[in-house]
């Protein structure tokens, strides 16, 4: 009998003879050839931006073709230019192009694919999808369809998991969805409650309640944003603890009756309901409750039967380690590679190895974590305004070099843009160290060495999180950022005279470099900060937030300039015998200069868009305005207006005109990458003009309502 047939036969895991078998049909693989089934000629990808392409790297790893598919909005993206393929599939909202079912069928028949892969996002965990798949022929590189529904339901997967012996959070996960009856369970379950839609993932649709007089607003938010994300406003409530831990666990299961998992990793450290930073192994577990996760992770997975990548997601009391199944994601999570960083594996190639028919690469005494390891998401948003999420081209994309221990998953490039169509993701940052105080020491070096000019990035914050002193401890929670909100989010301290001078000294060379052949080549050609001062050299203003500073510069010899940088016209810091060297790249240049005692070699960055310099010094990031004349200032804002936050969609309109409303008061329900957000009135007054009907697009900065003075 083949070991391909033995495998066929596996009794199930959970037995004792299953187990048994397992350890005895390890050791024979160990002693003879395994049969193996082959893997897949060409797959399609039905997804976009990092994901895709880290899926398009492990399968050139295997021989494998690939074939992607791009929106209009996409067209230049990386995914597209690694593929062997590529086809377009529609314009630039999701619904019109990643979530085309028959429209990516049609592609996979076209290229001739074998199986599609499904990222995560979109498709991934639509079981309509698998199993039109399976109708038309085509292996999808996921979990069956069955599985998908008994999961992918939030109520019905806790039944299951409650049946199973996996302990549920208290709460309600009926079929009644009357908002009085909701309202009555919220109230026997005790506030605070989490509003949860029943097909969600990504903290979509997942609403706290602090009290009874919010319950029917926070509830009929999470039915628009969970109908948008999933097509479906069913929800679940829950008790919501309040020091609680998030802490999920990576299983794997083939078609041949074997389910492991790969440990744990902690993604408490959120913003919104989503993951900023993720760690494997999870910090100060007792090793009991370790064991006991794994446990019951998989078999969660058996429960449904499952197949593939799976991650199983716990909600923990910080205090007693007690912790409760929350959800089982049917897909590869965003925060894979720090599994694989501590366990030595490629998931993704596991994912088609199973998908292929294949046993598991390894069985669970065959899997060990190793080190400690860390991703950091950087994503372009505003930690500083809520962490809203901010949209525009990367003007300037520098990223720490790759090793061994430093992974950058990402899906963009210098010159892309960041759409407001998608999710605001620029790329994974992965560490990895020998223990978790190694690790956090790669992760602050690398964070050091990324940047990034043309829109706003939480990078700076993810460095204060990194040096934070209890989240070095290990002493993580959901409720992290809300309470350390002094030390993540400080006061701004005033840029040090060497990040002055460097700032003045590169617009100064470079301007003086551009004028030589034209001055309407250079960047600031438009700009009247600059004049010939009365002594022969150049003067330069600059702004760092509300404070001016300026910086008269005097060429003594080639290369050498004296640096005299002003406050309030009294010269605070003198630099002499600067020697300086200009290297001028596509939106700025590297200087190097001897300011002091000290050499200097840094990226300075100009844009345009908003005659800003930004110097990058030692992995500290400081940004200079060059002050606009009056002539070129943009268009003044309404009276007393509320502007948009950011690039959005219109969803609601709450006044209208000559309406009375009280402070904090919603007016506006907006949405941009993929997440609602309200607005609300910043004092008392009454409504003058609504600018915007639902379903408008409006820039960044628009006014939507104006107050009467």
């Known amino acids: 009998m083949s070991i391909l047939r033995a495998y066929s036969r596996l009794p199930a895991l959970g037995s004792k003879n299953g187990l048994s078998f397992i350890r005895t049909l390890s050791s024979v693989a160990s002693e003879q050839q395994v049969i193996e089934k082959p893997l897949f000629d060409k797959i399609l990808i039905a997804n976009r931006g990092e994901i895709a392409c880290r899926i398009i790297h492990t399968a050139r790893k295997l021989g494998i073709k690939t074939v992607a598919v791009y929106s209009e909005a996409d067209k ?5 230019k690694l593929a062997d393929e590529a086809y377009l599939i529609g314009t630039a909202a999701a619904a019109d192009s990643y979530l085309r079912v028959d429209t990516i069928i049609d592609v996979v028949k076209r290229s001739g694919a074998q199986a599609i892969h499904p990222g995560y996002g979109f498709l991934s965990e639509n079981a309509s999808f698998s199993d039109r798949l399976d109708m038309e022929g085509v292996t999808f590189i996921g979990p069956p369809g069955a599985a998908m529904r008994a999961m992918g339901s939030k109520s019905e997967s806790k039944r299951i998991m409650q049946k199973a012996g996996v302990p549920v959070v208290p709460g309600y996960h009926g079929e009644n ?24 993932g990504g903290g979509k649709g997942m609403r706290i309640v602090r009290g009874p007089e919010e319950f029917e607003m926070m509830l009929e938010s999470s039915r628009r944003e969970a109908t948008k994300s999933f097509g479906d406003d069913k929800v679940l409530v829950e008790k919501y603890l309040t020091t609680p831990r998030h802490v999920e666990v990576q299983v794997f299961a083939d078609k041949l009756g074997n389910a492991v998992h790969l440990f744990e990793r902690d993604c408490s450290v959120q913003r919104r309901h989503q993951k900023i930073i993720e760690e494997a192994p999870a910090p100060d577990l007792l090793p009991e409750i370790r064991q006991l996760l794994g446990e019951k992770a998989v078999a969660a997975a058996k429960a449904v039967e499952y197949v593939g990548a799976g991650t199983v997601e716990f909600i923990m009391d910080q205090e007693t380690q007690q912790f409760y199944f929350m959800e089982m994601n049917t897909r590869l999570q965003v925060e894979h590679p720090v599994t694989e960083m501590v366990t030595g594996t490629d998931l993704v190639q596991w994912q088609l190895e ?44 520098s990223t720490p070099l790759p090793t061994p221990d430093v992974r950058v998953e990402t899906g963009v ?20 160290g020998k223990d978790r105080q190694a690790a956090l020491r790669v992760l602050r070096k690398a964070l050091d060495e990324y940047e990034v000019v043309g829109l706003h990035t939480n990078i700076d914050f993810l460095k204060r999180l990194a040096n934070s002193p209890d989240f070095v401890a290990g002493k993580v929670e959901t409720g992290y950022i809300d309470k350390h909100l002094g030390e993540l989010f400080p006061r701004a301290e005033a840029p040090s005279p060497v990040a002055i001078a460097q700032a003045a000294l590169a617009s100064v060379i470079d301007l003086n470099a ?30 760092f937030g509300d404070h001016k500073y300026t910086v ?25 015998g600067a020697r300086a060297m200009w290297t001028t790249g596509v939106e700025g240049g590297q200087l190097r200069v001897l300011l002091g005692d000290r050499l200097c070699c840094s990226n300075v960055v100009f844009n345009k868009k908003d005659s ?20 070129l200032e943009s268009e003044e804002l309404a009276v007393g207006s509320v502007t948009a936050p950011m690039s959005c969609k219109i969803v ?58």
């Open 76 to 80: 230049d993206s990386m995914h597209v």
């Open 177 to 200: 969805q009357d908002v009085g009856y909701l309202k009555e369970r919220a109230a026997e379950i005790g506030y605070p409650v989490l509003i949860k839609a029943v097909m969600g």
């Open 354 to 397: 199973v998908a292929a028919g294949n046993r598991l690469p390894q069985l669970q005494d065959e899997i060990s974590c190793t080190g400690h390891a860390f991703e950091a998401r950087i994503y372009a948003e505003n930690p500083d305004n809520g962490f809203l999420p901010d949209t525009g081209r990367l003007l300037h994309l």
């Open 413 to 432: 490039q210098a010159g892309d843009a960041i759409s407001v169509y998608y999710d605001p993701m620029i790329a994974k940052l992965v560490v990895r």
């Open 514 to 543: 551009h004028m030589a052949v034209a001055s309407v080549q250079s960047p600031w050609a438009a700009v009247d900060s600059f004049r010939l001062s009365a002594f022969g050299g150049q003067s330069v203003c600059v702004t």
């Open 552 to 576: 008269d510069i005097i060429s003594s010899a080639k290369d050498v300039y004296s640096v005299a940088i002003k406050d309030e016209g009294s010269v605070v810091q003198r630099f002499d």
């Open 612 to 631: 800003s310099i930004t110097v990058f010094d030692q992995g500290q990031m400081a940004t200079f305005k060059i002050p606009q004349p009056e002539y």
């Open 652 to 709: 609601q309109v709450l006044v209208e005109p000559g309406a009375e409303v009280t402070q904090d008061m919603p007016l506006v329900v907006l949405e941009a990458m993929k997440m609602e957000h309200v607005i609300k009135a910043p004092k008392a007054g009454k409504i003058s003009d609504v600018y915007y009907k639902v379903g408008d697009l409006v820039d960044e900065g628009k006014s939507l309502v104006a107050f009467e003075e």
